[in-house]
């Protein structure tokens, strides 16, 4: 790639009309924000400056991934903390042009630190309706069940989040450690939250393999997988994706930092596209991956040779993939294309 088209490819990207689906408030809290809370509520003798941390956060798996967070998480100690959480994540994603997030929040990690699930959301939403008033951004939440909780604590968060569900919760995810917790127990809560009008994703196909997406199709429901990055170890199940157009929220940079892929070109995304699988473009923890959704989009274009017009499909396939309403897709449909033209216009 020559430099000229190197320098105006990024240019590009910072003004794509973009939509986040896959992203944990926790895992994207603002690197300085995470080193205040570490210093105000831990006696963390290893973390001294900024690279400290930035050392801390790289991983040798995704075992050792999952270790870090829980690290990191004890260091939120107020439910208040939460507030400002949302509102610089959501500020960060809005200085790269997002217009739309759905994000997760996992509110069963913070029980060993007394805090309460509706306490936590009542903050996050907070921040939220504040970064829609001061920068537009419209968001909603995702409480992630977390697998390592187990299922009773999953069905408490159902109806302790009930008073939420369309008032700032849109949705139920299933992270944590995938190689450990299969997603078969959790079936009956993904009944019972779809009957209660949920939208269901579920992480899956990342630290586990073909199987596990599977289960969440079959057992759990789900209409969008989180991940699916090891879809292709089973055509059966690529092609089914195809034909049903379930949603990939594929996050490529995690899947390298947490060596689920041994390196970007050894990703599958580019594969995935090209059959017509619905492919998104999301950043997961991008605190934690040193990634960012403008770094996501610009490695696809640098390393793996998505063209402008590609990058545009994987924006409105955002739209699609998202949990909006038919209305709200419809909207953010003709804004996104009437901002892309403008885009192509002032390049072209
Ligand atoms: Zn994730």
Redesign the pocket.
């Known amino acids: 790639m020559n430099t000229s088209f190197a320098n105006k490819i990024e240019k590009i990207i910072t003004e794509i009309p973009k939509i986040e689906l ?1 992203l ?1 408030l926790e ?1 994207a809290i603002p690197l300085e924000t995470l080193f205040n809370l570490i210093q105000r509520n831990g006696k963390e003798s290893s973390i001294k400056t900024l690279d400290d941390l930035r050392k801390k956060l790289t991983y040798t798996n995704f075992a050792h991934f999952i270790k870090v967070w829980r690290w990191m998480n004890a260091f939120i100690k107020e439910e208040r903390d939460f507030e400002e959480i949302a509102y610089q994540v959501l500020g960060n994603l809005h200085k790269q042009n997002v217009r739309y997030v759905e994000a ?1 929040y996992a509110p069963g990690d913070y029980r060993g630190q007394g805090l309460s699930v509706p306490g936590i959301t009542e903050c996050l939403i907070k921040g939220k309706e504040r970064a829609n008033r001061d920068f537009g951004i419209q968001s909603e939440l995702i409480v992630d069940l977390i697998r390592d909780h187990g299922p009773e604590i999953g069905r408490q968060h159902l109806e302790e989040l009930m008073p939420y569900l369309g008032k700032g919760i849109i949705g139920i995810g299933l ?1 944590g450690s995938e190689q450990s917790f299969p997603a078969d127990p959790y079936a009956f809560i993904y009944q019972e939250a779809k009957k209660r009008g949920f939208r269901l994703t579920a ?1 899956a196909g ?1 630290a586990a393999g073909a199987d596990s997406i599977w289960a969440a199709i079959e057992k759990l429901g789900v209409e969008r997988i ?2 699916g990055v090891r879809a292709n170890e089973d055509p059966q199940l690529v092609s089914l994706l195809k034909e049903r157009q379930i949603p990939l929220e594929l ?1 490529v940079i ?1 899947n390298v930092r947490t060596r689920v892929c041994a390196g970007l070109e050894s990703h599958p995304i580019k594969q995935y596209f090209q059959q017509g699988l619905m492919v998104t473009v999301n950043s ?2 991008p605190t934690m991956f040193n990634t960012s959704i403008n770094q996501e989009y610009l490695a696809l274009a640098q390393k793996l040779g998505f063209t402008v017009s590609d990058l545009k499909s994987l924006s409105m396939n955002g739209i699609r993939a998202s949990f909006m309403s038919d209305r709200n897709k419809e909207l953010m449909k003709s804004q996104f294309e009437k901002e892309w033209e403008q885009l192509l216009n002032n390049h072209y």
């Open positions: 896959h944990h895992g997760f992270g992480h990342e989180g991940h996050c995690s997961d923890d």
